[in-house]
């Protein structure tokens, strides 16, 4: 059997790679025994694309669940709406951070086992989100575990490239990437149906009950992957990451309640500083990194990584608020009033643009270049927040503003691994791949926390609702912050420029997909090297 052309450049962050100022480790020789194919013509080779594709369906469907519903929960559980905003916010959150722990943990011949409790642990916090009890923290309890959603769909991928004949492999990977930007479409829509009617703790039981079925379909369908080799955990890293996000975030949402220059704050930003400085240093020195930062020394994919944080800010500043506002009541004067429901629909132009304009955007980038094509991105969020600024009274409007956000998304991931992929040696593009979804994750969820954070500070009691002054100063302050963006595309790059090949581009269309559907990270893979005997 010939070798598999779609099995492109993936290989393990850190593998035989040499601490700073070190020398390079020597990797022992182990034999592997060959991936496991599956027989087409066989009732697992059958199954295995249809439940990957409805894992996909599954966690683009649970990632658009707590946008619409931040009104709605800040009414039930009686908590203000900034507070309720953390119900969105700690999943993005863990999402970022269990990005590359999942694929990490997954890189090996652990990933069916570690698919499996990653569903388990998403079907928990589903059903805690759904318990008709009126206690925040567990509902944000909930939300935490459904973030590592954010990251699962990588492995149903790599189960696709592993363990599918060539021909099945390429139109199950393209399946995979399309049915996530689908799922997303539906999700908003779904959420708001069921909650309208039903309750918004319905619209997680439904989840739930979707999930069961996921995890049961996996556990009898997904080959092992016993011919993958696994590798040193960074547990240091882990932890790191995750105390100065957790700080900043913390100290951005608390803020406004706590005092600006309250010691509690103070205290945060400080042990934000030292746990960061202290990650990078680590990062930048270990051998097996849960994070490979030494890429962002090469310029193009420093500007794609600079790009991904500030311009996801952006984005999720503009989410937070449109969600927000069009469901604010009408009697303060502003507010469009609109259901939960409208609230989601609201949400089906930016899925829709985006999708289109990915798919004629790679074209428009080898005409223009990629780092311009990110700077139109970025000015395509900034002049849907210019129109959020100042043209929001009619829905109409709030829709033309989502469709503009749509087109700058397609443009922006849809460059990114292009631009990526063509500057790093093949070796590297898995790990760059995943940085890039790390840092574009924490940019969402930073974002998340700033907007939430610029309403609370227009939020004067005894009202429980913002002044119609703060979206105006959110709209505003994530314009800035695309401006930035949009200039540190054209100021950043290296101006050589590198033709991609027939590999890279394979890997660039998956990897495009992906980044659209907002909701997946990449898992380093090393290349097998044998195609594997089939499974009958």
């Keep these: 059997m010939p070798p598999r052309c779609f099995d492109i450049r993936h290989f393990r962050t850190g593998l035989g790679a040499a601490p700073a100022g070190g020398t390079p480790i020597s990797t022992p020789s182990i034999t592997l025994p060959d991936p496991l194919i599956v027989d087409p013509r066989s009732w697992r080779g059958r199954l295995l694309v249809p439940v990957l594709a409805y894992v996909g369906l599954l966690l683009a469907l649970v990632s658009s669940l707590g946008a619409p519903l931040i009104p709605t929960i800040a009414t039930d559980y009686g908590v203000s709406l900034s507070t309720a905003q953390w119900s969105l916010t700690i999943t993005l959150l863990v999402g970022a951070v269990s990005a590359p722990v999942i694929g990490r943990l997954g890189d090996g011949p652990r990933r069916l086992p570690v698919l499996l409790v990653a569903l388990g642990l998403l079907i928990a916090g589903l059903v805690l989100a759904a318990l008709p009890f009126t206690v925040f923290a567990l509902l944000v309890a909930g939300r935490a575990l459904q973030g590592l959603g954010l990251a699962l769909l990588p492995l149903a991928m790599g189960v696709a490239r592993d363990h599918l004949v060539p021909e099945q492999a390429r139109p199950a990977l393209a399946t995979l990437s399309v049915t996530a930007v689908v799922g997303l479409g539906l999700g908003y829509p779904f959420t708001g149906v069921i909650a309208e009617h039903l309750g918004f703790h319905a619209a997680f039981w439904v989840a739930a009950g979707l999930a069961l079925l996921a995890l049961v379909l996996c556990a009898v369908v997904v080959p092992p992957s016993r011919h993958r080799r696994s590798s040193p955990f960074d547990r240091p890293g882990l932890v790191l990451m995750a105390v100065w996000l957790v700080c900043v975030l913390l100290a951005i949402s608390q803020g406004e309640d706590w005092g600006w220059g309250s010691p509690r704050i103070g205290g945060l930003l400080a042990v934000a500083v030292v746990a960061l400085a202290a990650w990078v240093r680590h990062e930048l020195r270990a051998a097996h990194p849960l994070v490979d930062l030494r890429l962002v020394r090469n310029r193009t994919v420093l500007t794609a990584d600079v790009t991904a944080v500030l311009a996801g800010m952006g984005l999720y500043m503009l989410l937070s608020m ?178 991609l090949d027939q590999e890279q581009e394979l890997l660039v269309e998956e990897a495009t997909d992906a980044a659209v559907a907002n909701v997946i990270g990449f898992e380093p893979e090393d290349v097998p090297e044998t195609t594997g005997s089939a499974a009958r």
């Design 322 to 499: 449109v969600i927000r506002y069009v469901q604010t009541p009408a009697s303060t004067g502003y507010g469009l009033a609109a259901s939960v429901v409208v609230g989601g629909l609201v949400l089906l132009p930016m899925s829709a643009a985006s999708f289109l304009a990915s798919r004629f955007v790679p074209g428009l980038a080898n005409r223009t270049g990629s780092s311009r094509m990110l700077a139109i991105g970025a000015v395509f969020f900034a002049l849907a927040l210019v129109m959020f600024a100042t043209l929001r009274s009619d829905l109409w409007q709030i829709f033309v503003v989502m469709g503009i956000t749509g087109l700058g998304t397609g443009c922006l991931f849809a460059v990114m691994p292009r631009m990526i992929v063509s500057a790093v040696p093949g070796e590297e593009t898995g790990a760059a791949l995943a940085l890039n979804q790390v840092l574009r994750t924490i940019g969402y969820s930073l974002g998340s926390a700033v907007g939430a954070t610029v309403l609370a500070a227009h939020t004067h009691a005894p009202d429980v609702l913002p002044q119609n002054s703060g979206y105006s100063l959110g709209a505003w302050t994530a314009v800035g912050l695309c401006l930035v963006a949009a200039l540190a595309a054209l100021i950043l790059p290296s101006r050589c420029v590198i033709r």
